[in-house]
Structure formats: C-alpha cells, structure tokens
C-alpha cells in the first residue's frame, strides 16, 4: 500500500525513531510501513492519521496497487 509517510514525517523534521516514539511501535515498523514492506494494521492506521490530524485515505493509497 501506497503511502505518504515519509513525506509527512519530513514536513516536521521527525526521525524515525521519532514517529515510532509517537506511535508507540518500533522504528523499524515504521521503516516497513515507509517502504511498502508492511501495512500497519487498521487500528495503527488509524494512529498515524489522527497523529498527522489527516483523513486515512490521505495518508494511505490503496487504488494503484
């Protein structure tokens, strides 16, 4: 699944580890989910966009798979 992590991530000078802080997982799940390696789980999903205070689906892209 396509997303916009990386970017929003950049927008506020956050690291990695940073998010995962924030998100309360590893940095490496952060990693996976940045690279398309892993999809978080829908409960993470949601996390990361009430964290950016964005809608899901403009943080995840699922159409163009």
Known sequence: MKNKLKVLRAMRDWSQ???AERLDVSRQAVNAI????H???????????RLFEMPIEEVFDD???
């Open 39 to 49: 999809d978080p789980s829908l409960p993470l999903a949601f996390r990361i966009a």
């Open 63 to 65: 159409t163009d798979q």
């Open 17 to 19: 580890a940073d998010l």
């Open 34 to 37: 940045e690279t398309g390696k």
